[in-house]
């Protein structure tokens, strides 16, 4: 069964900065993209960034380039998302997703992790 | 970037046959994904690439369009579909996601 477990969340002051894990399991991890997509408090969804299976290639949206950092680590399992430099914008829940191979769907989500940017 | 056009919210009654749309604001080709999300929980895949049921999903959820154009149907809608629905793209970059449809059952 593919599990996705997102750890790290919680209250931070503007500015400041925080890490996400994303521990998978039940799968292959080495051979998925991966992604983060978040979701303000009663919003919509958002992508926000997409890494390659081997971590070689990065992709993000123009709101977070720059102060976002996507990463994995292929003999832990485990998917992280560095934020620096945090807004209130930024507030939401992530979750972490796998990307599937036939179109690049979100085919398995974690529960999410939620992070609340606040002084 | 791609702007994704859904339907705010929707009531039907049980049994029977409901069309969620999501229309495009360039085309997508077949690169258009669905997921349902119910409250407190987090999305669940249901049809990717317009049109191709993922597992494990009944085969009452079906999908269909290219383009710009397209629609997840529900037949026959069950209580238990009561749940928002998110149209989602991955032909552009960056990818995007609909505002969401909110089903209700009467």
């Given at each position: 069964e593919v599990q996705l477990v997102e750890s790290g969340g919680g209250l931070v002051q503007p500015g400041r900065s925080?890490?996400?894990?994303?521990?998978?399991?039940?799968?292959?991890f080495s051979n998925y993209g991966m992604a983060w997509v978040r979701q303000a408090p009663t919003k919509g969804l958002e992508w926000v960034a997409t890494i390659s299976y081997d971590g070689s290639s990065t992709y993000y949206r123009d709101s977070v380039k720059g102060r976002?950092?996507?990463?994995?680590?292929?003999?832990?399992?485990?998917?992280?998302?560095?934020?620096?430099?945090?807004?209130?914008?930024?507030?939401?829940?992530?979750?972490?997703?796998?990307?599937?191979?036939?179109?690049?769907p979100l085919d398995y989500w974690g529960q999410g992790v939620m992070v609340t940017v606040s002084s | 970037d791609t702007v994704l056009t859904q339907s705010p919210a929707l009531a039907v009654s049980p049994g029977e046959r409901v069309s969620i749309s999501c229309r495009a604001s360039e085309g997508v080709n077949s690169y258009?994904?669905?997921?349902?999300?119910?409250?407190?929980?987090?999305?669940?895949?249901?049809?990717?690439?317009?049109?191709?049921?993922?597992s494990g999903v009944p085969a009452?959820?079906?999908?269909?369009?290219?383009?710009?154009?397209?629609?997840?149907t529900i037949?026959?809608?069950?209580?238990?579909?009561?749940a928002t629905y998110f149209c989602q793209q991955s032909w552009?970059?960056?990818?995007?996601?609909?505002?969401?449809?909110?089903?209700?059952?009467k």
């Open positions: 925080m890490k996400l894990s994303c521990a998978a399991s039940g799968f292959t976002f950092t996507i990463s994995r680590d292929n003999a832990k399992s485990t998917l992280y998302l560095q934020m620096n430099s945090l807004r209130s914008e930024d507030t939401a829940t992530y979750y972490c997703t796998r990307v599937g191979y036939d179109g690049y | 258009m994904h669905w997921y349902q999300q119910k409250p407190g929980q987090q999305p669940k895949l249901l049809i990717y690439k317009a049109s191709n049921l993922a009452r959820f079906s999908g269909s369009g290219s383009g710009t154009d397209f629609t997840l037949d026959p809608v069950e209580a238990d579909d009561t552009n970059d960056p990818w995007t996601f609909g505002g969401g449809t909110k089903l209700e059952l």
